[in-house]
DNA sequence: GTTTGTGAAACGATTCACAGCT
DNA sequence: AGCTGTGAATCGTTTCACAAAC
């Protein structure tokens, strides 16, 4: 089951999203076609992308959508939770732990670290932040699989080499920087500047 | 030079960043296997990214680092300012529109908008948070060439669709929804959470 | 008749490799 | 000698099109 191109990943997430919405419309069945049309993509792209995990639908009748559901989940490894850990309690840190969406779904951020001394030892959403020299200790004390990098771009990745060190599974990095990892270490980057710069490229050539 | 594909303009937005840093440190001159090692690619796939543009370099020294970052700049659509306005006042958003890097690079937030009653008329970075329901109306008398969208998902298409009418040029969207919009709007989506799936479904997968 | 699942074809992006400047 | 610029080759992804299942 190798060799899924991230693209098609990104698609499942989205079309995990639009079964969720017609499971609770109580709809009982979906086509390829209408997947499509709620992705922006094409009934083949959808047929292709299922199936790099198997068949799972019905020929003339279509997928069953609370099937669909837990079979996507599953290939998506949603069916567990994961920990999560925090670095930078910031705006945008701030933003995010109090999002509900990420617990949803099945993300538990359980540590929250920041380096001023000014919010350490303050109270988050249930949590205390802790200081980021105290990083090594608390992470071996209770582990986590997922660091969400949410720092200025000049801490980034001495913070990324930190976790690797401590044998991180995954970064996901909110700083405009391309993080060096071993090969082992997923990273995903989020740039909302970066993304404005590629509408801005957009707009400008046409 | 049409059909630049998305993901070397990502990368232009990377080089410029380095090439940022450089010129800050006093570089001179820099060559694509300097520019690749930084980004992850390959001194390949960096000359043939600026090959769309045209020929930036000199053989056997490489690229001027000031001469370099000013193009990059005009080729981005960055040796201009962008107006954009803000959907939605809420963490998110406001965590955004403290972010002075996005002023530093052109865009700058000149609307705030939100429909809670609560928030409107509230001052924010020197701007004043508008009705959302006077939108079409304030849009109109200042325009703004980008809007990006932080409200709830069940929120976003029918603003997308407001924004549409009022002929926005291009939206930022910041919710874990497929946007359908006309072909002339450009959209960038940016979910941290979908981002979270791409990760559990690659540790999951190994 | 409808819709899936999938090889084959088409398309697009990346890597190779080398001629041509400096 | 070093490094760019770029066609050609390779690799990966998307689209096509149709046989098989319901």
């Given at each position: 089951m190798r060799k899924v191109a991230e693209s098609t990943v990104r698609r499942l997430s989205l079309y995990l999203r639009f079964l969720e919405e017609f499971a609770a419309r109580g709809v009982a069945t979906v086509s390829s076609g209408e997947l499509a049309s709620r992705g922006g993509t094409t009934s083949a792209q959808v047929r292709k992308d299922l199936s790099f995990f198997g068949s799972f639908g019905k020929r003339g009748m279509g997928y069953a959508v609370p099937e669909m559901v837990a079979q996507l989940r599953e290939i998506l490894g949603l069916a567990r939770r994961w920990r999560v850990a925090l670095l930078g309690a910031g705006k945008i840190g701030s933003a995010l732990i109090e999002h509900r969406g990420f617990r949803e779904r099945?993300?538990?951020?359980v540590a929250v670290f920041d380096q001023d001394p000014r919010k350490i030892g303050t109270a988050w959403n249930g949590l205390t932040v802790q200081d980021e020299a105290g990083l090594e200790a608390a992470l071996r004390r209770a582990p986590v699989e997922i660091a969400i990098l949410a720092v200025p771009s000049d801490a980034a990745q001495g913070l990324a080499d930190r976790l690797t060190g401590l044998g991180i599974a995954a970064i996901l990095n909110v700083a405009p920087v391309q993080l060096v990892v071993p090969p082992h270490v997923e990273v995903r980057t989020v740039s909302l500047a970066m993304e404005l710069e590629g509408l801005s490229f957009a707009l400008t050539n046409r």
């Amino acid at each position: 089951m190798r060799k899924v191109a991230e693209s098609t990943v990104r698609r499942l997430s989205l079309y995990l999203r639009f079964l969720e919405e017609f499971a609770a419309r109580g709809v009982a069945t979906v086509s390829s076609g209408e997947l499509a049309s709620r992705g922006g993509t094409t009934s083949a792209q959808v047929r292709k992308d299922l199936s790099f995990f198997g068949s799972f639908g019905k020929r003339g009748m279509g997928y069953a959508v609370p099937e669909m559901v837990a079979q996507l989940r599953e290939i998506l490894g949603l069916a567990r939770r994961w920990r999560v850990a925090l670095l930078g309690a910031g705006k945008i840190g701030s933003a995010l732990i109090e999002h509900r969406g990420f617990r949803e779904r099945g993300f538990d951020i359980v540590a929250v670290f920041d380096q001023d001394p000014r919010k350490i030892g303050t109270a988050w959403n249930g949590l205390t932040v802790q200081d980021e020299a105290g990083l090594e200790a608390a992470l071996r004390r209770a582990p986590v699989e997922i660091a969400i990098l949410a720092v200025p771009s000049d801490a980034a990745q001495g913070l990324a080499d930190r976790l690797t060190g401590l044998g991180i599974a995954a970064i996901l990095n909110v700083a405009p920087v391309q993080l060096v990892v071993p090969p082992h270490v997923e990273v995903r980057t989020v740039s909302l500047a970066m993304e404005l710069e590629g509408l801005s490229f957009a707009l400008t050539n046409r």
